[in-house]
């Protein structure tokens, strides 16, 4: 099956801030993404929590569709729960254009992939710190993004792990440049810069926007900071 064309489209943007949805009004979720989508956003990550593999618990496929209703922008769903293989085609059904599973969490990492390739979404696959780059490396070509967490998953608001740069320039050998590198964890005005640097290409941001007062500056000053180096 072709690559969708908004995720051509997107690599083609890099670099590119995806505003992780973890710390928005979930009362007035309408508003926070129409303020999003003016101050820049190409499109939304969305954090999946189960309480299993992850300690925390933040919401399911309703949200998911919630938030589909709001927007005509890609939804990227970062699944951060135990055996994803199980809901998705409900991810899907709710909307997710692109959906990432974790490697710790899946039985069949390969298999995984195909089926989210297979439900016209694509596929990505995340790993935590302590997992190493090559322990995905055989699914290279099976998956369209790589998402390097520079925090355990789980948290919004953690401090950038510097060990996550020597992982993003190994993706940057062992994946086909056509594969997205994703950091997500820590990622704000001090830390941007040196992820594009080591060849990340998408920008995974919670509180470096959300926590802010006024996002359009902040994605601004984000962006000029990740250009200035892939420049
Ligand atoms: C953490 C999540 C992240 C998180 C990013 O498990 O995957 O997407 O919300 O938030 P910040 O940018 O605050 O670290
Ligand atoms: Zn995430």
């Not at 055996?83 to 085609?89: D, F, G, K, T």
């Not at 692109?98 to 297979?118: C, P, Q, S, Y």
């Not at 998402?147 to 993706?171: N, T």
Request: hydrophobic share 45%.
């Amino acid at each position: 099956m072709a690559t969708p064309d908004w995720f051509v489209q997107l690599r083609h943007a890099a670099p590119v801030i995806l505003p992780s949805m973890l710390q928005c009004d979930f009362a007035d979720l309408r508003t926070d993404i129409k303020r999003l989508e003016s101050a820049g956003a190409k499109a939304f990550h969305l954090d999946v929590m189960d309480g299993q593999f992850v300690p925390n618990f933040t919401y399911g496929m309703p949200i998911v569709a919630a938030i589909r209703a709001c927007t005509k922008l890609p939804l990227d769903v970062h699944l951060m729960i135990d055996r994803p293989e199980r809901y998705l085609a409900n991810f899907r059904a709710a909307g997710a254009d692109g959906i990432t599973v974790h490697a710790e969490a899946v039985e069949n990492l390969t298999k995984t992939l195909a089926e989210i390739r297979g439900l016209g979404a694509t596929a990505g696959v995340a790993i935590n710190p302590d997992t190493p780059v090559d322990l995905v490396a055989s699914s290279a070509a099976g998956c369209d993004l790589l998402l390097i967490m520079s925090v355990q998953a789980g948290f919004g608001g953690q401090s950038f792990r510097p060990q996550a740069l020597e992982k993003i320039r190994q993706a940057r050998t062992l994946f086909p440049p056509e594969c997205v590198v994703q950091v997500d964890g820590g990622v704000n005005l001090q830390t941007i810069g040196c992820c594009a640097e080591a060849g990340a290409n998408w920008f995974v941001v919670g509180s470096a926007i959300l926590g802010q007062v006024d996002y359009a500056e902040a994605f601004a000053k984000l962006s000029a900071q990740a250009q200035k180096i892939i420049e």
